[in-house]
């Protein structure tokens, strides 16, 4: 298996809430919803870098489709990263996010590391950490 991701789906309870959220409150370029035509079928996509693409489609939908059992959200299964240039971006980032409607969890702080970061969640509790990585260009 070739080691990269094209698209990462979150599961979401509301479309229309999360697609308001990415596209009208974060800025995040999308369609809008498709699919409505097909039963469990209907999902956004939103264009991140090239070759990478974030869905979101309802969680009950998830579960159909991978033929699972509904099982109750967790925001620290995982997070999603989103490195920026400075310290002052990545507030700017968190109030953006928290002006759309996310709950800040952790305001931005320097870190042990030697970097600076926060978290928010967004409107289904989906946990992104906002980072400004000062070795970043070391990791590439």
Do not use: C
Not at 1 to 7: K, L, S
Not at 34 to 51: N, R, S, Y
């Amino acid at each position: 298996m070739e080691a990269r991701i094209t698209v990462l789906t979150l599961g979401v309870e509301d479309l229309e809430t999360s697609l308001a959220f990415y596209r009208d409150g974060l800025g995040f370029p999308s369609d809008g919803i498709i699919g409505t035509e097909f039963e469990h079928g209907a999902v956004a996509f939103f264009k991140l870098q090239p070759g990478l693409q974030l869905a979101i489609w309802k969680r009950q939908d998830i579960a159909h489709d991978a033929q699972l059992q509904l099982s109750p959200p967790s925001p620290t299964n995982m997070t999603i990263g989103h490195n920026v240039g400075s310290k002052q971006e990545v507030d700017n980032v968190l109030e953006l996010a928290h002006n759309s409607g996310a709950v800040v969890t952790v305001s931005g702080h320097d870190t042990f590391w030697g970097g600076y970061s926060g978290y928010f969640q967004d409107p289904d509790g989906h946990l992104w950490e906002i980072v400004w990585n000062p070795h970043m260009d070391k990791l590439d």
